[in-house]
């Protein structure tokens, strides 16, 4: 699959779509306007609000395998202005790259599924299966009534897919160069270990807890996870925050907050987590409380119908050899992995992200369009 005359239309959808202010939650018209296009060609959509955040569900076909390509409209906010060359919400070429706020991460890579989808259905309106899109505009944000709550939704109605490309942008140094087929999962704990505050010249009248605190820390941040596997890396815990004391130099305090993050794989659970700190504590004899915050499980897609059709395209379009990568943060793959099928991350150079000057390379969005239509080739005809 080359690009074509058709596929260079993602660049103009492209500028449409960042000239929309829509900082986290909003969305500022991008849904709307994806909804219109997707509209004259047959598809279904559906406005899945939830709370402030609007969410897209379209469709077409009514049966056969299903294949969703899902993505956010909602960007992070661009800082102080001074610090871009340009307006971030004014798309504005230089040098070859695309700079606007959501260039990257990841109004392109919407408007190439778009723009894919089009060209595809153009060639093949009797296609086999079902397309779907996701869109959210709650990625960026707490990530509650976005994807969670559409997929939730769907899953009431007995929906599942077989399919889904993620448009986040997954690429390293080159376009296609680096596909996501999972994530580690992510659990967040905070830790209090209690004692007893007093004066420092009076250390029997009181309890240490910093003192009780250093062994145990220690233990838990020496603790053996697992080995992780082909996909993953072994399960990591890191402390990214310890508290304690008044500020005065006098006194001994009272309690010890420790706040720690695992990013898991598939080797462990969440529960498997819990049991093995809680056993170090116990074992300790601190006195403690701790709570948990799973922000998601992780999930794989090992090698199969997706993930070929997907690096297929990328060799056909680009020539680069995909490597398959689990690592970086969370995604809302996450949630849409409760409903089953493969999913893979798919996108443009992530570099610039969430930078001030956040740009693309031009001729990188025709490409991606090409690509995600060689993947919707390859799997409905």
């Known amino acids: 699959m080359q690009t074509t005359k058709a596929h260079t239309d993602a660049i103009a959808l492209t500028?449409?779509?960042?000239?929309?202010?829509?900082?986290?939650?909003?969305?500022?018209?991008?849904?709307?306007?994806?909804?219109?296009?997707?509209?004259?060609?047959?598809?279904?959509?559906?406005?899945?609000?939830?709370?402030?955040?609007?969410?897209?569900?379209?469709?077409?076909?009514?049966?056969?395998?299903?294949?969703?390509?899902?993505?956010h409209t909602d960007v992070v906010p661009p800082g102080p202005l001074e610090y871009w060359d340009s307006d971030p919400f004014t798309p504005t070429e230089r040098d070859g790259f695309l700079f606007g706020r959501g260039a990257a991460d990841m109004k392109s890579s919407l408007a190439a599924m778009v723009v894919a989808t089009e060209s595809f259905i153009a060639k093949h309106p009797d296609h086999n299966g079902r397309i779907g899109f996701l869109i959210t505009a709650d990625e960026?944000?707490?990530?509650?009534?976005?994807?969670?709550?559409?997929?939730?939704?769907?899953?009431?109605?007995?929906?599942?897919?077989?399919?889904?490309?993620v448009g986040e942008p997954s690429s390293t140094s080159e376009l296609g160069d680096t596909i996501k087929n999972?994530?580690?999962?992510?659990?967040?704990?905070?830790?209090?270990?209690?004692?007893?505050?007093?004066?420092?010249?009076?250390?029997?009248?009181?309890?240490?807890?910093?003192?009780?605190?250093?062994?145990?820390?220690?233990?838990?941040?020496?603790?053996?996870?697992?080995?992780?596997?082909?996909?993953?890396?072994?399960?990591?815990?890191?402390?990214?925050?310890?508290?304690?004391?008044?500020?005065?130099?006098?006194?001994?305090?009272?309690?010890?907050t420790a706040i720690f993050n695992l990013r898991f794989s598939t080797e462990i659970t969440a529960d498997g987590i819990k049991e093995k700190c809680q056993a170090v504590l116990d074992d300790s004899g601190v006195d403690y409380e701790i709570d948990w915050q799973l922000s998601g499980n992780p999930f794989l897609t090992e090698p199969g119908e997706l993930v070929d059709a997907a690096t297929k395209s990328v060799s056909d379009v680009t020539?680069?050899?995909?490597?398959?990568?689990?690592?970086?943060?969370?995604?809302?793959?996450?949630?849409?992995?409760?409903?089953?099928?493969?999913?893979?991350?798919?996108?443009?150079?992530?570099?610039?992200?969430?930078?001030?000057?956040e740009h693309v390379l031009i001729s990188d969005i025709p490409k991606l369009a090409a690509i995600y239509e060689g993947i919707l080739t390859r799997l409905l005809t």
């Open 182 to 256: 999972g994530r580690r999962g992510s659990i967040n704990a905070t830790l209090t270990i209690k004692g007893k505050q007093g004066h420092v010249a009076y250390p029997h009248l009181a309890d240490n807890p910093m003192h009780r605190a250093f062994e145990v820390l220690q233990r838990l941040s020496a603790l053996e996870w697992d080995q992780g596997n082909d996909f993953f890396d072994p399960t990591q815990l890191q402390f990214s925050n310890i508290q304690s004391g008044t500020g005065a130099t006098n006194v001994i305090p009272g309690e010890l």
């Open 15 to 71: 500028k449409e779509l960042i000239e929309k202010q829509s900082v986290t939650p909003a969305d500022d018209g991008c849904q709307p306007l994806m909804a219109e296009r997707l509209s004259r060609i047959g598809f279904t959509c559906e406005s899945l609000p939830a709370e402030e955040v609007l969410n897209l569900w379209a469709t077409r076909g009514d049966e056969g395998p299903f294949l969703v390509f899902a993505g």
């Open 319 to 357: 020539g680069v050899d995909t490597v398959l990568s689990t690592g970086g943060g969370t995604s809302d793959g996450r949630f849409i992995a409760k409903m089953g099928g493969q999913i893979i991350e798919l996108g443009v150079i992530n570099e610039s992200i969430h930078q001030r000057n």
């Open 140 to 165: 960026e944000g707490p990530a509650i009534y976005g994807t969670r709550h559409v997929v939730d939704t769907l899953m009431a109605r007995g929906e599942s897919i077989d399919w889904c490309v």
